[in-house]
């Protein structure tokens, strides 16, 4: 079964705005067994959209699109819906309450406009939007699906799981062939595999379990090909039966960003964590804090972008910046034991490096960074070199010194 | 002039990697004149790519794709241009010796799947591209142009302005009306029109300047409407013009994101900057650090997720806390002072907040943020209601934050 998807605005096809819809919708799906034909951005005209509509009504099963539903819109993106799937706009009770209990709950006066969007197609189903005005618009079609959400990103987000339920009841899956994965850390693969031996052997023949190693990490990948229809329940059975075999040591179904994985494996030893960032800026704190949860865990850090920081913030030697450098292994590691120190912590990162344009010197080309990580069983450090631009040497650093602690720490 | 763009790869289409590259095209040829038409994602199936260009050359008269030029797919992609525009891949000497010397910098043998890359089609001119392996190809048919570039977004950020003046040579502008924008600040509207007087009156009748006042800035925008054919050299002329007339006033040409803005702003000022986070937990230290250059600004900072960081590292008031929470303008308050002190820096940014989707407490929803930023001049603190998920009050807190800062310093 294919799905397409089509993203609507003139704000995303002109570059002002990131899509980063498209991305999570094509997740969702594919791991219900969909396969993504294609993905459209077009911008806010009825004609562009219906073409886009069209062509993909023939190439797919589901279409799902996001955007061009805001208030001071309605008409071009409902009225396409209505060219395309018939019907006329009608007031709907329950959408224009849900209007009202959005306003009074934020202290907004409604007007003219978004009174509006209570005018709903009556060819559709609604579903509710709980997180915002704009209502879902479920439409059918020769067998097709068409689901209308709303652009903006944590009402996509926050109304996906019901969507894809939805999608669920109606189509069964996707595809025949069903597919999720599974983090599992600090075990072995071979112990693993002892582990699971009893499950593998009770999988019926069409279901393929996958040892994927990766540092710091196992992912386990359950892939079930059911011929011709897909059963989403049975396949659901036998994903939370690897759980229950996988037992203490699942991370996470699903595959875990390098900070979900870190917090993952600190939080399971009790261990806390602290930050001192010199090249990457504050950018692997924000990469720890965007997981929600994480409080009980990090405990803060220090951004320690020009040198006095280093030392009345995190203890590092005046002379070792002096004699080897800020960009030096002996910084780096000092910085990683003074955050630390000064955190209260049991794990440190640390960071220094050139990130570019500027800022390269004889023997330390931009994208040269240092990295450390402190645990209590003591303090390493590595030298990388980067490619890319700042923004790419930025990223590439944070991950890297990410995952540099979660593969280092526990072990032996 | 219609520009269309095509995003190769799988990785894109199954939503594991945001697509970047596509709005910075969109934003580079927008402002020549170009108008976008539509924006397709596929993956790396050669019957996909082939019905997306074909799609494209119906509807545009320029196409930029991305991706599906590594050495693993080059069949694909290389045969499919091929197929479409004609000619047989040959041994291309440029393209090997770039490859040989890319190699040489990063100190790495050359297997035989890199060596692939320097089979081009013998249909199309190279660009040769100075930061990665895949040569840029560009074809053309029937007065159409198709330029395929790589998909590595700092390769394409890198080699863009290059193609984008090449585009210019063959085409002159995208459209007959070019547009651009420019970024004044420090001075208000009614000073800056008696300035730009003169100027103004010196245009010709097809040309128009708008006056956008934002908080902070005033966004100038010139467009130029040449009737049949657009003018880049004489556009270019104008633009040189506004700016010199602009004088110091000009913060930049185009528009600035929020931290560019504040460094501007700073930096005139001789002021240095500090940042102490709570819930924003370093992410405005990150959009900081992006920016090439803020280390004659930017100092450093402290992410204060746990309170008594808030003490050790930012000499916040334990009794405050005790009394009024960590999530209060007087916390804040001292967050921003501490910031200042600690870090040695003229102004300071402080946010404390609660990003969910935990935490809220009776009279502090989720969303509940306060924000203080020092100056010399004072602290100011300010209580917002940011509504959303933890990412997206994270996002708003951080970008208002820096806003903050920005339309206070320097302001009587």
Not at 142 to 150: D, F, G, Q, R, S
Not at 267 to 277: D, K, V, W
Not at 280 to 287: D, F, P, V
Not at 315 to 321: G, H, K, L, R, S
Request: charged share 20%; net charge negative; proline share 4%.
């Amino acid at each position: 079964m294919k799905l397409s998807i089509i993203i609507i605005g003139d704000e995303i096809l002109l570059g002002r705005v990131t899509d980063t819809n498209s991305g999570l919708i094509a997740r969702t799906f594919c791991e219900r067994g969909w396969q993504v034909a294609t993905i459209r951005t077009v911008g806010d005209r009825a004609a562009d959209i219906r073409a886009a509509i069209e062509a993909a009504l023939v190439e797919s099963d589901l279409i799902v699109t996001t955007g061009g539903l805001g208030p001071t819109r309605d008409d071009i993106t409902k009225g396409v819906m209505t060219d395309i799937f018939g019907g006329t706009l009608i007031f709907n009770k329950s959408v224009s309450e849900n209007i009202d209990a959005i306003f009074a709950d934020r202290n907004l006066k409604i007007n003219e406009l978004t009174r509006l969007q209570a005018m709903v197609p009556d060819s559709c189903r609604v579903i509710q939007n709980r997180l915002g005005t704009a209502p879902l618009m479920w439409f059918e079609h020769k067998e097709k699906v068409l689901i209308a959400m709303p652009g903006v990103p944590y009402e996509t987000r926050g109304m996906l799981p019901e969507v894809a339920r939805r999608v669920d009841a109606r189509f069964g899956a996707g595809g025949a062939v069903l597919h999720r994965e599974f983090t599992v850390t600090d075990i072995s693969e071979s112990a693993l595999a002892e582990r699971l031996a009893k499950y593998e052997d009770s999988l019926p023949g069409f279901v393929k379990l996958a040892y994927l190693p990766n540092p710091g990490e196992i992912v386990m990948r359950l892939d079930a090909d059911y011929g011709t229809a897909a059963d989403p329940d049975h396949f659901e059975k036998l994903c939370n039966g690897l759980c229950d075999a996988i037992g203490t040591n699942l991370a996470a179904r699903g595959k875990l960003a390098p900070a979900e994985l870190l917090l993952h494996k600190l939080r399971r030893l009790g261990y806390t964590l602290a930050t001192a960032e010199s090249c990457t800026g504050g950018n692997i704190a924000h990469l720890i804090t965007t997981v929600a949860g994480c409080s009980d865990v990090y405990r803060g850090g220090v951004v320690s972008y020009c040198n006095d920081i280093k030392v009345s913030a995190l203890e590092v030697n005046p002379a070792t910046i002096e004699n080897t450098g800020a960009v030096s292994e002996d910084t780096v590691r000092q910085m990683a034991e003074g955050a630390r120190l000064r955190c209260g912590a049991d794990c440190g990162i640390a960071t220094s490096g050139i990130a570019g344009p500027g800022g390269a010197v004889p023997g330390k080309p931009v994208g040269t960074v240092w990295i450390a990580v402190s645990t209590p069983s003591g303090t390493t450090a590595r030298r990388y070199h980067f490619g890319g631009d700042r923004q790419a040497v930025i990223d590439r650093a944070s991950a890297q010194a990410i995952m540099q602690l979660a593969t280092t720490v526990g072990e032996k």
